[in-house]
């Protein structure tokens, strides 16, 4: 009898912790559908007028929304798989983390180049025209992309090269970025290339803001665009730290892996990936979408699908 009860209330346990974790995905899920479809309805609009093509820190967003768009669909893939508990060989796992760890490094590089697009817009006002041309723009996103593409193919090399186990190898484990780069030398890179990109780029960002705010005080600027520049290079600062924050959720979970109870660690998991990784993503198109004023009424009839709200007149009775 007692054994019975016991399978009994195991059973029941199990099925009460397959619930909630179905909660957590549906939670996860909604909300990113959500904001996939404002990111890609963004995207749209940014290549819809000739404006958007043709002006340096639209192009600038452009790459910027699509980094982290592409971001946001791999890591809901990626929390799928692990919920689903996907069992794959390590060449297919390796295919699904290579366009994650591409598409991460960008974001922090667009927003320092973004920075500067600010910064020289306010203070070298004549000579923007000049300097922050549609071919320059190319030219420093084909770099951002280059950075991302190098540290991703180092990686690469450096898994072919020294780690013995075959490719056609199926995992014990989900597919993450920690189970199939496992060896310490590259934990280790990591740790170096995010120290150097956060210094590389909040120095960037910190020099444009600076310069940008030495700017508003000169009685040659126009205060009213260097105050919005500068409020605009303080949120790509504070997009800069919480980008560079979802490199450290491998690093959480790896700390934490079997030191807490599985239920536990499957809720610090969700937790981090809503505010780490997915929170993130969203705010981009918050931010420029509703503060620029050219791009704000062109994204709310795309959101829309074109349909024109009726307006709503209201009328004072007088009593």
Not at 159 to 169: E, I, M, N, V, Y
Request: with cysteine.
């Amino acid at each position: 009898m007692s054994t019975n009860f016991q399978v009994q209330q195991n059973s029941s346990t199990t099925d009460r912790n397959r619930e909630k974790a179905g909660v957590n995905v549906v939670f996860s899920f909604v909300p990113c559908l959500t904001f996939l479809y404002i990111n890609c309805v963004m995207l749209y609009t940014l290549r819809s007028k000739t404006v958007f093509r043709e002006t340096s820190r639209y192009l600038l967003l452009y790459n910027l929304l699509l980094a982290e768009t592409l971001q946001m669909a791999l890591a809901q893939l990626m929390f799928l798989l692990a919920f689903g508990t996907v069992i794959m060989t390590r060449l297919v796992c390796l295919l699904v983390v290579i366009p994650t760890i591409l598409t991460t490094v960008i974001s922090p590089f667009n927003l320092a180049v973004m920075s500067l697009e600010r910064y020289v817009a306010v203070c070298f006002p004549l000579r923007h025209a000049s300097i922050v041309t549609v071919p320059s723009t190319y030219g420093a996103i084909a770099v951002v992309w280059a950075i991302s593409f190098a540290n991703m193919l180092i990686r690469v090399i450096m898994l072919t090269a020294l780690d013995p186990r075959p490719f056609g190898q199926f995992m014990g484990i989900i597919c993450a970025e920690t189970t199939i780069f496992q060896l310490k030398i590259f934990s280790d890179f990591e740790s170096g290339f995010v120290c150097a990109e956060f210094v590389s780029v909040g120095l960037i960002i910190i020099l444009s803001y600076v310069g940008v705010m030495v700017a508003a005080k000169a009685a040659s600027i126009d205060k009213v665009s260097a105050n919005k520049a500068s409020k605009t290079v303080l949120l790509h600062m504070i997009q800069m730290g919480l980008s560079i924050s979802s490199t450290l959720v491998s690093t959480i979970l790896t700390g934490l892996s079997g030191k807490v109870d599985v239920v536990t660690f499957r809720h610090i998991r969700f937790a981090l990936f809503i505010c780490l990784i997915n929170l993130p993503r969203c705010l981009s198109c918050l931010i420029y979408g509703l503060r620029d004023q050219i791009i704000k009424p062109i994204l709310m009839r795309h959101l829309r699908l074109g349909i024109n709200l009726p307006k709503i007149k209201v009328s004072h009775s007088r009593y």
